[in-house]
């Protein structure tokens, strides 16, 4: 079993609709869980980050956070063309100071 | 304020030499960490560093590489007798302590031929 899984997808869904990314990890220990968006050719950039069971809100985006059932999500509302890039799970497993990261959702928004 | 910063942006070398990556993180950041990134694979953990010492060496794949921070800032990835499965883009994170958010930086291509 991989530390951090995620469904590679492809991921399709059209303008203004809700696209939902999912994570699962396999260290009861880990704490801190972080959403990263990649585009084609680039380094990957933070979009979320959560440490706390719950949802936390920014603008478009949530992260969900579900420590018993080990998973995190994030869901992108009214998604946009400019949403189309890979999605990266990102967890410090248990005390690890570096970071594990899922395989990654490649996210298609349709115009 | 700058971001992380990383040189070459590409680099193309021949089997059997030695590369250096730079990497300069953004200023105050304490903790720096080096990732790779092969083509259609995850992101790679290499190494850690808080202030200049690597407590995590564990990502490293083999004695070839070595890398160094000095001052608590700048950072050297070292490959040495490259192999073409190192062909790869290197990135940089820095955050302001462990366990922070990590920030990226544009990457190292690093093609071997």
């Known amino acids: 079993q991989k530390e951090v899984e995620q469904n590679s997808g492809p991921l399709s869904v059209p303008e203004g609709a809700i696209a939902s990314l999912n994570c699962t990890y396999s260290d009861r220990g880990s704490q801190s869980f972080f959403w990263y968006r990649q585009y084609s050719g680039k380094s990957p950039e933070l979009i979320m980050f959560i440490y706390s069971n719950g949802d936390k809100e920014d603008g478009r985006f949530t992260a969900q956070l579900n420590k018993a059932s080990q998973y995190v999500s994030l869901l992108i509302r009214d998604s946009q063309p400019s949403d189309s890039a890979t999605y990266l799970c990102?967890?410090?497993?248990?005390?690890?100071?570096?970071?594990?990261f899922g395989s990654g959702t490649q996210l298609t928004v349709l115009p | 304020g700058a971001g992380v910063s990383q040189s070459p942006s590409n680099k193309v070398t021949e089997k059997g030499k030695d590369v250096e990556l730079r990497c300069d993180p953004i200023s105050g950041h304490t903790a720096l960490y080096w990732y790779r990134q092969s083509l259609g694979q995850g992101l790679e953990f290499l190494i850690y560093?808080?202030?200049?010492?690597?407590?995590?060496k564990s990502g490293l794949p083999s004695d070839r590489f070595s890398a160094e921070r000095t001052g608590g800032s700048v950072s050297t990835l070292t490959i040495q007798r490259t192999q073409q499965e190192d062909s790869a883009v290197y990135l940089c994170?820095?955050?302001?302590?462990?366990?922070?958010?990590?920030?990226f930086g544009p990457g190292t291509r690093l093609l071997v031929l």
């Open positions: 994170a820095s955050s302001f302590g462990s366990m922070e958010t990590q920030y």
């Open positions: 560093f808080q202030g200049n010492s690597a407590p995590d």
């Open positions: 990102a967890v410090n497993v248990g005390s690890a100071r570096q970071l594990t």
